[in-house]
């Protein structure tokens, strides 16, 4: 039998936002590693566990650190924020784990910030989206902008990670420029902060506004799409663009 | 107090994906709707409630049905597979919200079939995506070929709803032909049938073998991006286009 690794979407931040699989695979594991501040989210509902940590952006170190314990026999168990699968360990783990045969990776979902993001907004997503990441650690920029570019022209609501940091503090400036090179200023957009932990907050506002407004890296950005509305302080985006009545109509299933 | 209604997302389908959240709001809620399909997954976790349906396609009935529940003063969830906010009924009930002001909507996320899936084939999104529906019953066709031309353009990886249905046979197979006017016929793809459900399977294949493979409505499928992979059977995305030591050399971060 194969030893067992698991990659683990734990959700937004609380407890509540796992789901009843990451719970049970976490209570089944015997060590859990991640990033510090994930493993001190989950710490506290999981008493008896090894816990092992290394810091942010080592995550080469921390995938070998799991599968080093997990060939060792023991169920291991890697957590990431929101899914494993969405800038996440997933894909790493299943990389590198050419130079492990002996130990096989699942992937557990979870809720990525997307989705929990835009429940706190209301519904901005609801039909086809793009989700595109503004750091360029690993991506060019050029790539970035194009992928900005082309998500604008195609009319698909966004939903932009890592909007800035310390050392980006002008990239989403720089990404609304160019989505106004197709998009409305009225355009409505949103932005979550902290979601899913202390903290939380939201703001609908115009792409316009969204330009000149300051974020973090706990930050996620919605820009809706031509039909997406301010509503009682949320952003809504229709299902479509034309009417249930009217499409029932015209395709006789009413 | 205003009434409460939620939207929640449910997950793939199996009780076990849906969040800690979830479950104790459909345990609080007094009345649980949706479509019968959804309704008779949950049913037997939830006993004493009262479970109201209605066939597919009865959205706008079906969400009013919901809020004339919840303006009785019952604690009412709208049930959507998936996340509420993603094709899902968040944004409908949102916007009938302004004719029942009584009522106040919540959404609580779920895990959605381009996660849920993407997890069945190892790692096919990891990083910027888009998901695209083919289904052209409030969105007109010409629409979606052009977010596929674009989304294809941009070297999203790529997430297809409704790839199909008995109305809709060559939907996905006019899709990859657009695709490919971007990408190489031996770009990774996948597919998932039944996420989460019984009979749950999957495959990797080429773009070039997925333009003549047959769909149903409960397939979601997965196209990759430039760098994608096919490891060991499953679906492989890296989480840019740089190796991450290359990254910390250049930007003197290691």
């Known amino acids: 039998m194969k030893n067992k690794l698991y990659a683990v979407g734990i959700g937004p931040g609380d407890y509540s936002h796992m789901t009843l699989e990451a719970v049970r695979v976490l209570e089944h594991c015997d060590v859990i590693v991640g990033y510090t501040v994930y493993v001190d989210l ?11 940590t290394t810091p942010m952006r080592r995550e080469e170190e921390r995938c070998r650190l799991a599968f080093e314990e997990a060939e060792r026999g023991k169920a291991v168990a890697m957590i990431c924020s929101g899914d494993a699968g969405v800038y996440g ?4 783990l299943l990389e590198l784990g050419r130079e492990y045969p002996d130990t096989e990776v699942e992937v557990i979902p979870g809720v990525t910030a997307a989705l929990s993001g835009a429940a706190v907004l209301g519904a901005p997503l609801i039909h086809d989206f793009a989700v595109i990441s503004l750091s360029d650690l690993l991506t060019p920029w050029e790539l970035i902008e194009k992928r900005l570019r082309l998500a ?3 009319d698909f609501a966004i939903c932009i990670y890592n ?4 050392k980006r503090r002008d ?3 720089r990404a609304c420029r160019i989505l106004l090179e197709h998009r409305s200023p009225d355009t409505v957009c949103g932005l979550v902060r902290n979601i899913g932990r202390e903290g939380q907050s939201f703001q609908v506002m115009t792409l316009g506004a ?6 973090d890296m706990f930050t996620t950005v919605f820009v809706g799409n ?3 509305r301010e509503q ?9 663009y034309r009417s249930e009545r009217e499409s029932a109509g015209r395709k006789g299933e009413c």
């Open 152 to 154: 604008a022209e195609g």
């Open 89 to 92: 360990m997933a894909g790493l």
């Open 232 to 240: 009682g302080g949320r952003m809504v985006t229709p299902r479509g």
């Open 171 to 173: 990239y989403l400036e």
């Open 226 to 228: 031509s039909a997406t």
């Open 163 to 166: 909007p800035s940091s310390r």
């Open 210 to 215: 969204l330009k000149d407004t300051e974020t």
């Open 42 to 52: 989950v710490r506290e509902h999981f008493p008896g566990k090894e816990f092992l």
